[in-house]
């Protein structure tokens, strides 16, 4: 499956799920996950800040390799160094999934998953 590919079936199934109504925040209430932080603050972390926001889901800050400035207030890091504990980071970028999550999980204590898993492997809120 192509890249490309891979982005739209999950944007698809993203979108299929918020019509009905079945929110993401519910993902991360479930899970005890009030704060997070997103990596990858491109189009599908953007698109994660959007649909968490007005929610009890806390996003802390953002981790970006790029530098770059805050997104709707939310401070983006570069994960460079370590990084404050939250409940969960959220992996945007599927495609490395398994290098991004090492290379986090040598700067923080925090468990990372990818957004990716939450929404067609995880997303059991029946």
Not at 25 to 35: C, H, L, P, T
């Amino acid at each position: 499956m192509t890249r490309d590919k891979k982005y739209v079936d999950m944007m698809n199934q993203w979108f299929i799920l918020k019509q009905e109504g079945k929110g993401i925040e519910k993902y991360f209430q479930k899970n005890g996950y009030y704060s997070i932080a997103i990596y990858g603050m491109s189009i599908y972390g953007r698109h994660l800040v959007r649909e968490l926001q007005g929610t009890d889901i806390n996003i802390v800050y953002g981790i970006d390799q790029k530098r770059m400035n805050p997104y709707k207030n939310i401070k983006v890091l570069q994960p460079f160094h370590e990084l404050p504990d939250i409940d969960v980071i959220v992996n945007t970028v599927i495609f490395e999934h398994t290098n991004i999550k090492k290379s986090l999980l040598e700067i923080t204590n925090s468990p990372v998953i990818c957004l990716e898993d939450i929404i067609f492997e995880r997303y059991d809120l029946e």
